[in-house]
């Protein structure tokens, strides 16, 4: 069974940070690269941050320097730890395998709200 549980967001002042986790079912997190990406009120989700299998990490140009994603493959889990937050990272945040695909899977997502 498909399982992707988001969380660690919440709401942050600019500049504060946040660490999210997503726990992945083992048949998704194995053999995978996984991502988090996100969504914010009226735009089209976006591929944030990427991790291989061996992990090799790629970043959107809005997030390098600032964001870091990190696997443990023992807990099948993937991390984002997001620090200087700026309010335009204020989204819903989602992880999945990376690429994506047509009729994938979603969790929850976890929401980050960058406001003062």
């Known amino acids: 069974q498909v399982q992707l549980v988001e969380s660690g967001g919440g709401l942050v002042q600019p500049g504060g940070s946040l660490r999210l986790s997503c726990a992945a079912s083992?048949?998704?997190?194995?053999?995978?690269?996984m991502a988090w990406y996100r969504q914010a009120p009226g735009k089209q989700r976006e591929l944030v941050a990427s991790?291989?299998?061996?992990?090799?990490?790629n970043y959107a140009d809005s997030v390098k320097g600032r964001f870091t994603i990190s696997r443990d493959n023992a807990k099948n889990t993937v991390y984002l730890q997001m620090n200087n937050l700026k309010p335009e990272d204020t989204a819903v945040y989602y992880c999945?395998?990376?690429?994506?695909?047509?009729?994938?899977?979603w969790g929850q997502g976890t929401q980050v709200t960058v406001s003062s």
């Open positions: 999945n395998v990376h690429p994506t695909y047509a009729g994938a899977y």
């Open positions: 083992g048949s998704i997190f194995r053999f995978n690269a």
């Open positions: 991790i291989t299998t061996g992990g090799n990490t």
